[in-house]
């Protein structure tokens, strides 16, 4: 059997990277989304290429498919996206983890999980190692999200313990690129919004807070060096170590695009980290990953797609 790969949350912006991108190395994909922040368009390219097909289901629901390979991604990961239905977003984790779960199980496939960096929660120790246990507030605003991904985690190596799944697991770290949707809400598609539509940019607070931030085709290079490798089943982080603050973000943004939008202050969300940088020692040294893509250059890339999708 040629390898059948199942993408959840493939219309997404990571997803639809990753189906490309597994596409391009001959196998063949699966992919699966229900639409919610994901979109046709990101997959429009991929429609016609006979190793791929497309799936529209709501991973809640329990679904029977033939695959060797599941990535589980689907996940609004934008807080406005994931605050907008608060309980859809804690079934869509754990739910979506089980049904998955048990068809990993049922079909014999390896299965990887898009974890994230919110399980670190506002983190007392910095830069976070995967042996941080985090620092999550149970009944936030945030904890739809942070507590869901935390929850799958201990599925996922339930599952191993329990029925010896061959699992993988990822701490994603905040990713970027061409193909977030305008309307996503995250930072670096809100700010590249504003610059080239002249509109403020909305800086949270002082903008003092801190972010690291990982182009999209690095970031899919080690979600698949991940499920490749037979030795490491992870909790791993994969992210880019260079911190920025968003202050310095909003600069950057300005100065690539040339906008003369003014910079505004909006006040800070609730339980937003203070600072976050990943400690990558563990995927450089058993996937031998790093990031290649420096803030400026994928920024200049995410720049030429919102101008040609806007039309700036
Ligand atoms: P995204 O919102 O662009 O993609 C998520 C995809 O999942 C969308 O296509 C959406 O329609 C789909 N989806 C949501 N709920 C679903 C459901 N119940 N059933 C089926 N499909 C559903 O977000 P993204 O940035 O591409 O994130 C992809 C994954 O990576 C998510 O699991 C997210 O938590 C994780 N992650 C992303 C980042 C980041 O910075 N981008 C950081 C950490 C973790
Ligand atoms: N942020 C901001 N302006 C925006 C959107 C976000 O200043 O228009 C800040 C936000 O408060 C947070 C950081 O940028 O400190 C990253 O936010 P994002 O929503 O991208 O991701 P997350 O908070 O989940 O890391």
Redesign the pocket.
Known sequence: MSRVNLV????????SHLCERLLQRGEEVLC???????SKRNIQALMSHPGFELIR????QPIFLEVHRIYN??????PI?YQFNPI?TVK?NVM?ALNMLGLARRVKARILQ?????VYGDPAVHPQKESYWGNVNPIGVRSC?DEG?RVAETLFFDYYRQHRLDIRVAR?????GPR??VN?G?VVSNFVVQALEGAPITVYGEGEQTRSFCYVDDLVEGLIRLMDSDEVIGPINLGNPEEFTIRELADTVLELTGSTSQVIHKPLPPDDPVKRRPDITLAREKLGWSPTVKLREGLVKTIAYFRELLGK
């Open positions: 959840t949350g493939g219309a997404g912006f990571i997803g699966l989304d229900n639409f919610f922040t994901g289901h709501d991973v809640t991604l689907a996940c609004p990961a934008s996206h859809k869509t979506g898009a974890s994230t960096s919110e999200y991904k994603i770290f905040n990713t970027y977030m949707s996503d995250r």
